[in-house]
């Protein structure tokens, strides 16, 4: 019976040192395969932490191109403002400079026409002058008595008549000069448009004459 139970200790210490390996080989086992776990685990979690920068890298050059936009449009509308105001300033300019010679044009003509008003002045003047001799003498009187008086006519005495002007008198346009009443038949254009005078002539017939150019004369009648 000793024997058995010597037997019987002996065969469960056997069993026992047989199973405490193969359960620590099994712990150890559990345990080398957990780390191998957790590498697998953490490598997905690395890649993405790995994967977001490259997803923000890549997004960055959107968002400042993005930001870009606004800036080129704001420069691009500030440089065609810039051009339209330099057009502007340009046709100002151009517009300025026009009118600036309009006016010395208008002003160079003016004094033209001044200077060749006065020499017809000046020759219509010596014309009188020479013709002076052509007229009645100061005092001399027509066939019906109408006084010639240097004080009433001649060059000096020179006026602008309009054909509706005077009075209509027996079928006739007359005007007043020199305390007369003096008409023709008809008129010449010329007589509307340029100053006139009036003279007696030494054959004591009366006589319109242009002021400006005294080549221009005509036959009139007196009241």
């Known amino acids: 019976m000793k024997v058995l139970g010597v037997i019987s200790t002996t065969a469960m210490f056997l069993l026992l040192g047989a199973t405490i390996p193969a359960f620590a080989q099994e712990e150890h086992h559990e345990e080398s395969a957990k780390p191998a ?94 013709s002076q001799a052509q007229y009645a003498r100061n005092g001399q009187k027509d066939s019906r008595g109408h006084e010639y008086n240097e004080s009433h006519f001649g060059p000096n005495h020179h006026a602008r008549f309009e054909s509706t002007g005077g009075r209509e008198y027996d079928g006739r346009r007359e005007y007043s000069y020199g305390g007369y009443w003096f008409y023709a038949g008809a008129y010449p254009p010329w007589f509307y448009q340029r100053d006139v005078y009036f003279v007696m002539g030494p054959d004591g017939l009366w006589y319109a004459v242009a002021y400006n150019d005294p080549s221009l004369t005509f036959q009139v009648n007196i009241e």
């Open 37 to 130: 776990a957790k590498q697998e685990q953490a490598k997905p979690q690395k890649q993405e932490q790995q994967a977001k920068p490259a997803k923000q890298e890549q997004a960055k050059p959107e968002k400042q191109q993005q930001q870009a936009k606004p800036q080129k449009q704001e420069q691009q509308a500030k440089s065609q403002e810039q051009n339209q105001k330099q057009t502007q300033q340009q046709a100002k300019g151009q517009q300025q400079q026009e009118k600036k010679q309009q006016q010395q044009q208008q002003t160079k003509t003016q004094q033209n026409q001044e200077k060749s008003q006065q020499r017809q002045e000046q020759q219509a003047n010596g014309h009188a002058q020479q």
